[in-house]
C-alpha cells in the first residue's frame, strides 16, 4: 500500500513536472513571440537608417543593410544599382553609386554585401538644424528639472510639515487639477502665452512647467513618513525650519527626488503638443517639433526620417540601458505613459 | 531663525537668477533689433526638401546683396502647419513679417486688417512701371488683387505636367505623350502590363495621388465650371463634372494605382509606371532620382484646354515696423525680377512670374536639358486661377474627401460623390 | 490682537512662513493650471475669431457644436480608438504580467524590453510605424505576404474592418452605420497597444508580487487548478491594480493627438476623416483656418465633461467589484 501510494506520488509529480515543463517552453514561447514584437520595430529604425535610397524601394525589403558591390577595373570594389539584367547573356548593366558609369559586368562578377550607410545620419543631420534642436530640448530640461526640484520640495515640504490656515483645501485644489487633461486649457494657455509676450520664448516651453502637482503630491507622501522625533531634536538642535529641509528631509528623499528627476526628464524631452503650438521658429524649436516637422516635409526620404528618429530617440534609450530600474519605477510611480 | 532667513534668501536668489537666466537666454523669435542698422525680417514658408534648399540658397543671396536687410527664412515643413502657425500667430498678434499665402488666407487675413497693401509700394520710388507690371504672366497680380489693391505677390506658382517614362513607352510602340482624352486612356491600357509573365501586373499605366486640383483641371478640360458664375453654389457635379470624375476614376483605379501622398511619384522613379501627372514642380523631387529617359508634356485636351494654377503668393504683415515693411517689399521686387524668378523656376520647377524670364539663357539652357518643359510652360497663356474665396478653400475640402476620396477609393460612385460634395460645398458658401 | 496673533495662537504656523514655501508652486499653478482651465470655460460663451474676441454669444457655440456633424464624427472617431486601445491593452499587458510571474528566469530582460516603448517619444514611434505600414514598401505587407496573406493598405484604408471582413467573406452587402472604425483608425489603435503595454505590464506585474502566497496556496490546497486559481485568488486580489489600469489607459486614451498628427494623413486625420479624434478637432478648430478659440474651447470642455464623467462612472461600477 505504501510502496503503492509513493509510486503513485512519483508517477502523479513526474506527470506534473512534464506538464509544468511544457507550460513553461509555452510560457517561454509567449514571451519570445512578445518580445520580438516590441524589438522589430526599433530593428526596423536602425536598419532603415543605415541603407541606401534605392534600398529603400527594393521589394521584398532587406533586414540587413546590404548592397551590390561590383569589381572595378584596379580591383577595388564599389557599391552599384543594377539598371538591367540579361539573364540569357548572363550579364548585367549596373551603375555606381557616387558617379553615372553605366557597365555591363558578368552577373556573377556582382556580389551582395552588407553595409551600413552611417552618412545617412551625417546627412540627415545636417538637413535640419537638428543641432540647434538638441541644445533647446537640453536647456529647457535642465530648466524644468531645476524648477520642478525646487518648488516641488518647498511647497511639499509645506504640504506636509506645517499648519496653516485651509491648508487640506489647497492642496485639493492642487490635487483636482492635476485631473485636468493637458488639451482643455491648450487654447486659453496659448493666450495666456500670447498675452505675457511668451509665444516662441524658451519662457513657454519653461515656466508653466516649473511647478509639477504630481512631484508636489509624491513628495509630500513621502516627507509625513519622516519620523516627527527627527524634527524635535533637530529644532532642539537649533536648527531652523528651512535648515531641516535642507539637511534632513532632502538626504532622506533622495530615492523620491530622483524618481521626480526621471519623470520630468523623460516628460520634458518627448513632451510635443505645448511645443507644437507655442513654437514657430527653429531657434527654440525643441527636438520632438523639429523631427515632426522634418518627417513632414515633402521629399524627406525614409532612410533619412529613420536616421533623425533614431538619433532623436538615443540619449534616453541609452540612459534607460544603464540605469532601467529606476527609469521603470520612476515612470511606474508616475502615471507617465508619455 | 536667524539662519534661517539668510537660507531664505541664498534660495529666493536662487530661484530669482535662475528665473532671470531663463528670461535672459529666451529671447527666441529674434525679435531684439540690434542697433547696427540691419533691417531683421522673418519670412515663414512651407518649402521642404529640394525647394527649401532653393529657397534658402535665394535668401542668402539676397542678404549678401543688401548689407542692411537680413531675411531670416524659416519653414513650416508643409501648407497646413504654416496655415495653423500664422493664423495663430496672427491672433497672438505677433505675425511674421512676410509669408507665404494661399488665395484664401489672405482673403482672411485682409478681413483682419493684418495684410498690408502692396498697391503704395507698387505705385511708390521703389515700384514696378506699369510695363514691368504687363511682363507678368496673365492673371497673376489681378489675383492677387482685392477691391483696386494689390495685397500678394505672385511667388510660388505651378502647373500641372504629364511625366513619361520614354523607355516604357517605346516598349508598347509609342513615341509621344498622349494628347487628348481619348490617347491618355488608349495609352494607359497599353502601357498596364505583365512584363515577366507571372501573370501579375508589374507596370502600371498611371498612378496619382487624390487630388481635387486633377480633377479640377479634368473638370475644366471636359467644359464643365467649379462653381456657378457669380460664385455662390457648387457647379462640378454637371454631367461634364461627373464624366471627368468617371474619367479619373477609370485611369487611376482600372489601370493605374492611388497612392497617399507623393508616394506614387516614387513608384514612377523606380520604373514601375508608365505616366503620371504631376506639377512641374515633381521635378525637383525626381531630379537625378530616376534611370530611365523621361520626358514633359502638357496635360491632354478634351472639348478644351485647361490648366489650373497651384501654389501661393507672399503677403506683407501690416503689423510690422515701416522699415521691415519696406524691406520685405525690396525682397519681393527681388524676387520676382525676370533674372531671380527664372533662376527659382530653373531650380525648382515653379513657373517663372514674368513672361521675359522665359527668354533669359538661364530658361533656354533648361528648357534644352529637359524635355517639353517648354511646352509645359506653354499652358501658363491660357492657365486659370481657382476661385479665391475663404468659403471655397473651407470648401475645397469636401471636393478632395467627400467628392475625389470617397469616388477613388470606390466608397461612392462619381455621380453620388459630387453630388454630396456639393451639398457640403454649398453649405459652406452659404456662410 | 491681530488675525495674526490669533492664528498664532491656535498653534497655526505663521501664515507668511507657509506662504513663502507655497508661493513659488502656487503661482505657476495659478497662472498656467487654475486660470486657464477657468478661461477655457469662458471662452466657450464668446466668439473669438483670430484672437479677437467679437462679441459674448452665450450657449450658441455650444447649439452649433451639437449639430457639427465632424464633431460627432471626431467624438464616435475617438470612441471607437478608446474602445479598441483599452480592452486590447488590458488584456495583453495582464497576460504577459501573470506569465511573467511565473518565476521565469531573465524577469528582468522581458521587463525591460516590453517597457522600452515608453521612454521613446511618440514622435519617433509614429514615424517608425508609420512605415512599417507602408503600403508597398512596408514590412507589415512584407511579413503578410510571406505568410501568404494579401497586402493592405493600412492607413490609407479608410473602409470599416467589419465591412472589409464581410466582403471578404464574400458578403456583397453590408449596411451602412455598422461598417466599423476604418483600418486606418486600426492601424494607429495598433500602435498605441504597443506603445502602452509595458507600463501596463509593470503595474500588473507589481500588483501581482502584492499578492501573498499564502493565498495561492491555499486555493491549491482545496484542489483548484491554475484556471482556479487565478480567476480564485489573483484576479479578485488583483482588482485595485486593474482598475487603476483601466482608469488611466482610458483616460490617456481620449487624449491622443500626437500619433494622429504624425500617421494620418495628408490631410491628417485622413484617409475620408476617419482618423480625425477629438483633441486633432479642437486642435484644428483653435489654430488653424479662422482661428476660432471659443469654439474650441466648447469642444475642450465637452472632451473634459467626457472624462470626468467617465472617470467617475467607472469608478462606481467598478468599485463595486473591487477587493482592497
Not at chain 2, 475644366?220 to 461627373?242: C, R, Y
Request: glycine fraction near 8%; include cysteine; aromatic fraction near 14%.
Amino acid at each position: 500500500m505504501e510502496q503503492t501510494a509513493t509510486l503513485h506520488d512519483r508517477e502523479l509529480n513526474a506527470g506534473y513536472r512534464m506538464k509544468r515543463s511544457a507550460g513553461m517552453a509555452a510560457v517561454y514561447a509567449a514571451l519570445v513571440v512578445g518580445v520580438a514584437l516590441m524589438i522589430v520595430p526599433f530593428w526596423w529604425m536602425i536598419s532603415t537608417s543605415l541603407k541606401s535610397p534605392l534600398e529603400i524601394l527594393a521589394f521584398p525589403p532587406t533586414w540587413i543593410p546590404t548592397g551590390h558591390f561590383a569589381e572595378r577595373a584596379d580591383g577595388t570594389w564599389e557599391e552599384v544599382y543594377i539598371v538591367s539584367q540579361d539573364e540569357t547573356a548572363g550579364t548585367v548593366d549596373v551603375r555606381s553609386l557616387d558617379g553615372d558609369l553605366e557597365r555591363t559586368v558578368a552577373a556573377s562578377a556582382v556580389v551582395d554585401r552588407i553595409r551600413f550607410r552611417f552618412r545617412n545620419y551625417a546627412e540627415a543631420w545636417s538637413q535640419a538644424p537638428f543641432a540647434r534642436y538638441y541644445f533647446n530640448t537640453i536647456l529647457i530640461t535642465v530648466f524644468v528639472v531645476m524648477g520642478v526640484l525646487v518648488t516641488s520640495s518647498l511647497a511639499a515640504y509645506a504640504f506636509a510639515r506645517m499648519k496653516f490656515w485651509g491648508r487640506d483645501n489647497i492642496f485639493l485644489i492642487f490635487l483636482s487639477m492635476m485631473m485636468v487633461p493637458q488639451p482643455v486649457y491648450l487654447v486659453p494657455s496659448y493666450i495666456i502665452l500670447v498675452k505675457l509676450g511668451w509665444i516662441d520664448t524658451y519662457q513657454a516651453l519653461i515656466i508653466p512647467w516649473f511647478a509639477h502637482i504630481f512631484s508636489i503630491f509624491l513628495l509630500r507622501q513621502h516627507f509625513k513618513t519622516i519620523p516627527n522625533d527627527l524634527y524635535d531634536a533637530a529644532i532642539i538642535d537649533g536648527c531652523s525650519r528651512f535648515a531641516f529641509l535642507w539637511r534632513v528631509i532632502l538626504p532622506l528623499s533622495k530615492a523620491v527626488l530622483v524618481a521626480v528627476v526621471i519623470f520630468t526628464i523623460v516628460g520634458t524631452w518627448n513632451s510635443f503638443l505645448w511645443p507644437l503650438v507655442m513654437t514657430n521658429t527653429p531657434e527654440v524649436r525643441p527636438l520632438q517639433v523639429g523631427l515632426a516637422r522634418f518627417s513632414q516635409e515633402q521629399g524627406t526620404s525614409h532612410e533619412l526620417m529613420m536616421a533623425a528618429a533614431a538619433f532623436s530617440v538615443a540619449p534616453l534609450i541609452v540612459a534607460y540601458f544603464f540605469a532601467q530600474k529606476q527609469i521603470i519605477q520612476s515612470m511606474a510611480t508616475s502615471g507617465l505613459k508619455g | 531663525m536667524k539662519h534661517g532667513l539668510k537660507k531664505h534668501k541664498l534660495l529666493w536668489v536662487l530661484l530669482a537668477t535662475s528665473i532671470l537666466a531663463v528670461s535672459v537666454v529666451g529671447c527666441g523669435g529674434g525679435n531684439e533689433d540690434a542697433a547696427d542698422g540691419v533691417t531683421r525680417l522673418q519670412f515663414w514658408h512651407a518649402m521642404g526638401g529640394p525647394l527649401g534648399d532653393a529657397l534658402d540658397a535665394l535668401v542668402a543671396e539676397f542678404n549678401e546683396n543688401h548689407s542692411d536687410i537680413e531675411i531670416q527664412s524659416i519653414s513650416m515643413g508643409r501648407y497646413q502647419a504654416l496655415s495653423q502657425k500664422i493664423m495663430a500667430s496672427v491672433a497672438a498678434n505677433q505675425p511674421p513679417d512676410l509669408a507665404q499665402v494661399y488665395e484664401a488666407w489672405t482673403e482672411n487675413l485682409i478681413e483682419n486688417g493684418s495684410a498690408e497693401s502692396l498697391s503704395g509700394y507698387v505705385n511708390g520710388p521703389n515700384g514696378l512701371s506699369q510695363e514691368e507690371l504687363d511682363d507678368f504672366i496673365p492673371g497673376m497680380i489681378a489675383n492677387s488683387t482685392w477691391g483696386g489693391e494689390i495685397y500678394s505677390f505672385p511667388f510660388n506658382k505651378s502647373v500641372r505636367a504629364l511625366y513619361w517614362n520614354k523607355g516604357a513607352f517605346a516598349e508598347v510602340g509609342l513615341e509621344r505623350a498622349p494628347t487628348n482624352w481619348d490617347e491618355y486612356l488608349a495609352y494607359v491600357k497599353k502601357l498596364t502590363r505583365d512584363t515577366d509573365g507571372d501573370g501579375e501586373i508589374d507596370q502600371w499605366g498611371t498612378a496619382g495621388q487624390i487630388s481635387a486640383w486633377m480633377f479640377e483641371n479634368l473638370l475644366v478640360q471636359n467644359g464643365g465650371e467649379i462653381l456657378t458664375d457669380d460664385g455662390t453654389h457648387a457647379a462640378f457635379d454637371s454631367p461634364e463634372g461627373i464624366q471627368a470624375l468617371e474619367f479619373m476614376v477609370e485611369l487611376l483605379t482600372e489601370y493605374g494605382k492611388v497612392t497617399s501622398g507623393y508616394e506614387y511619384q516614387n513608384d514612377f522613379q523606380a520604373g514601375k509606371i508608365g505616366m503620371i501627372e504631376g506639377s512641374t514642380v515633381s521635378l525637383a523631387f525626381m531630379e537625378g532620382k530616376y534611370t530611365f529617359d523621361m520626358a514633359l508634356a502638357p496635360l491632354p485636351e478634351n472639348k478644351e484646354k485647361a490648366s489650373f494654377f497651384a501654389g501661393t503668393n507672399v503677403v506683407i504683415f501690416a503689423d510690422s515696423p515701416d522699415e521691415k515693411k519696406a524691406a520685405a517689399w525690396e525682397f519681393v521686387k527681388w524676387f520676382t525680377s525676370p533674372e531671380i524668378t527664372a533662376r527659382w523656376a530653373a531650380m525648382t520647377g515653379y513657373a517663372p512670374v514674368r513672361r521675359s524670364a522665359m527668354d533669359l539663357p538661364i530658361m533656354q539652357e533648361r528648357f534644352a536639358e529637359v524635355e517639353g518643359l517648354d511646352s509645359v510652360f506653354a499652358q501658363l497663356d491660357y492657365a486659370a486661377f481657382e476661385p479665391r474665396s475663404a468659403a471655397w478653400y473651407a470648401g475645397r475640402k469636401y471636393l478632395e474627401e467627400t467628392g475625389v476620396e470617397a469616388a477613388l477609393r470606390k466608397q461612392m460612385i462619381p455621380s453620388d460623390a459630387l453630388a454630396a460634395a456639393a451639398r457640403a460645398v454649398n453649405a459652406e458658401l452659404a456662410q | 490682537m491681530t488675525w495674526l496673533e490669533t492664528l498664532r495662537r491656535k498653534k497655526f504656523m505663521d501664515p507668511l512662513t507657509a506662504a513663502f514655501y507655497l508661493v513659488p508652486a502656487a503661482v505657476v499653478v495659478m497662472v498656467f493650471r487654475m486660470v486657464p482651465i477657468a478661461s477655457a470655460f469662458v471662452l466657450s460663451f464668446f466668439d473669438v475669431k483670430m484672437g479677437r474676441i467679437r462679441g459674448f454669444v452665450g450657449l450658441a457655440q455650444y447649439f452649433k457644436l451639437f449639430q457639427d456633424p465632424t464633431f460627432f464624427n471626431s467624438l464616435g472617431t475617438t470612441a471607437y480608438y478608446v474602445v479598441g486601445v483599452v480592452p486590447a491593452s488590458l488584456f495583453l499587458s495582464l497576460l504577459a504580467a501573470v506569465l511573467l510571474n511565473k518565476k521565469i528566469r531573465a524577469l528582468g530582460f522581458y521587463r525591460t524590453v516590453f517597457f522600452l516603448p515608453v521612454v521613446t517619444s511618440l514622435v519617433a514611434i509614429s514615424m517608425v510605424w508609420k512605415w512599417i505600414f507602408h503600403p508597398r514598401l512596408g514590412l507589415l505587407n512584407y511579413v503578410f505576404e510571406v505568410l501568404g496573406g494579401n497586402a493592405m493598405l493600412w492607413l490609407e484604408e479608410p473602409r470599416g474592418i467589419f465591412e472589409m471582413m464581410a466582403s471578404g467573406l464574400g458578403w456583397a452587402w453590408w449596411p451602412d452605420g455598422l461598417s466599423g472604425p476604418s483600418l486606418a483608425l486600426i492601424a494607429v489603435i495598433i500602435v498605441a497597444i504597443w506603445r502602452g503595454i509595458g507600463y501596463n505590464i509593470v503595474i500588473f506585474l507589481a500588483g501581482l508580487q502584492n499578492i501573498p502566497d499564502q493565498y495561492y496556496e491555499a486555493a491549491r490546497i482545496d484542489g483548484a487548478n491554475s484556471r482556479g486559481v487565478f480567476w480564485r485568488v489573483t484576479w479578485p486580489l488583483l482588482s485595485p491594480t486593474t482598475f487603476y489600469v483601466l482608469l488611466s489607459t482610458t483616460i490617456t486614451s481620449f487624449q491622443v493627438f500626437t500619433q494622429i498628427y504624425l500617421m494620418t494623413g495628408p490631410p491628417v486625420g485622413g484617409p475620408m476623416g476617419t482618423t480625425k479624434v477629438i483633441v486633432y478637432y479642437l486642435f484644428e478648430k483653435g489654430f488653424d483656418a479662422g482661428g476660432n478659440m471659443g469654439y474650441a474651447s466648447a469642444v475642450a470642455l465637452v472632451l473634459f465633461l467626457i472624462i470626468l464623467s467617465l472617470t467617475l462612472v467607472q469608478r462606481r461600477l467598478v468599485e463595486s467589484r473591487v477587493y482592497y
